[in-house]
């Protein structure tokens, strides 16, 4: 089942040039990628608003995550404030296996926020030798700086656009990934009804992936989406401490 460590901005101090700050926003935009990781089956951990980059870097290594994802907003160089726009998506650099990941999601993410940013040409995905975010993760990373919030028209973008922000940055996790993207649904309740078997959670929605756990026949899942596959239609579950995917026609929905 893929897992991401979500790390929105803890910077309060950037303040934007029309209202409130960094921290604030890029919040906003992870409250917003939330219901859509929990349809597409994405597990996440996320950090502490309260503590510092040094604190969600040391959080973030405390276990391995298919992709590190730290979501901020740019500031122009002081002589040049408030001159300059655009989305940059920072990776690692290097021939290493992380640098190798860390630049196939972020050119990901470059492609699909070019669908929503008003000037894609100014879309580019970037090594970096200077983010520690980006660097010191023992998982691949990306930083994504969304835009610059020292500019009005890149700060009110960003302001009027949380909801497709936060929807191409999980679009692109799913390409990255290689699931189905799904929109978010009514949160319901089923039923594992086998007959008697154990059913089992997969990593993937298809019957060759890794299973991740099982639930007994008579357990209760909690649905998030459901998609379709080769193989049939599959839900988005989580039982007890396991996300993953469930073959459909072995649950019974509860009426709400």
């Not at 309060?12 to 990628?33: F, Q, R, S, T």
């Not at 404030?81 to 972020?106: E, M, V, W």
């Not at 926020?113 to 983010?131: C, G, S």
């Amino acid at each position: 089942m893929p897992k991401i460590y979500l790390s929105p901005s803890t910077q309060d101090g950037n303040l934007y040039v029309n209202d409130k700050n960094e921290e604030y926003w890029m919040n906003l935009i992870a409250d917003a990628m939330e219901p859509y990781l929990l349809a597409s089956g994405i597990e996440f951990v996320r950090n502490d608003p309260q503590k510092t980059v040094v604190d969600s870097i040391a959080q973030s290594n405390l276990s391995h995550y298919g992709m590190h994802v730290a979501i901020h907003s740019n500031a122009s160089p002081e002589e040049m404030a408030g001159l300059l726009q655009g989305s940059d998506i920072y990776y690692r650099p290097g021939s290493s296996q992380n640098a190798i990941l860390s630049q196939r999601f972020a050119n990901i993410v470059a492609e699909e926020l070019k669908k929503i940013y008003p000037n894609p040409q100014r879309v580019n995905a970037r090594p970096t030798d200077t983010l520690a975010e980006v660097l010191q993760t023992n998982s691949p990373a990306v930083l994504i700086e969304v835009a610059y919030h020292d500019n009005l028209q890149d700060a009110q973008w960003i302001q009027q656009n949380i909801q497709p922000i936060a929807e191409s940055i999980v679009r692109a996790l799913t390409t990255y990934f290689g699931i189905p993207f799904a929109m978010p649904q009514s949160v319901r309740t089923g039923i594992v009804e086998t007959g008697g078997a154990n059913l089992n959670i997969r990593s993937m929605p298809t019957t060759n992936s890794t299973i991740v756990a099982l639930a007994p026949n008579g357990a209760e899942l909690t649905i998030y989406s459901e998609s379709e596959s080769s193989d049939g239609k599959w839900y988005a579950v989580r039982y007890r401490n396991a996300t993953g995917y469930v073959y459909a026609p072995y649950v019974r929905i509860l009426e709400s």
